[in-house]
């Protein structure tokens, strides 16, 4: 079986999946509640975010709230296609193993 155009190694990650996921439905959300969300610590979904960010698939934004600078997250609208086409290709794996 031949691997479907559009998967995306960067997003297949479960967590990055996850991520892409919210922020498809959402405008942009907080970084704690993305680590909540994915059940994941802060050093990791920090180099997730890192690693969408690099490919141009999310924007990082830093803004003061309650006397604390919080990270805000949001998808990109290349981060919104790729995820769009990874889904179908791993629908396309999917139907693939049909029975």
Same mark, same amino acid.
């Given at each position: 079986m031949n691997i479907p155009d559009g998967f995306d190694a960067i997003l297949h990650?479960? *967590?990055?999946? +996850?991520? *892409? &996921?919210?922020? &498809? +439905? ?8 993305? $680590? $909540? ?6 050093? #990791?979904?920090? @180099?997730?975010?890192? *690693?969408? &960010?690099? &490919?141009?698939?999310? @924007?990082? =934004? ?7 600078? =919080?990270?805000? #997250?949001?998808? $990109? /609208?290349?981060? =919104?296609? *790729?995820?769009? /086409?990874?889904?179908k290709a791993l629908e396309a794996l999917a139907a693939g193993l049909g029975g």
């Amino acid at each position: 079986m031949n691997i479907p155009d559009g998967f995306d190694a960067i997003l297949h990650p479960p *967590a990055r999946l +996850q991520i *892409a &996921a919210v922020l &498809a +439905q959402v405008q942009d959300v907080e970084f704690a509640r993305l $680590t $909540t969300i994915t059940g994941t610590s802060d050093s #990791v979904m920090s @180099k997730h975010l890192s *690693a969408l &960010a690099g &490919a141009d698939y999310i @924007k990082l =934004r830093k803004a003061n709230s309650g006397g604390r600078q =919080r990270t805000w #997250v949001s998808l $990109t /609208r290349a981060g =919104r296609k *790729a995820l769009e /086409r990874h889904v179908k290709a791993l629908e396309a794996l999917a139907a693939g193993l049909g029975g």
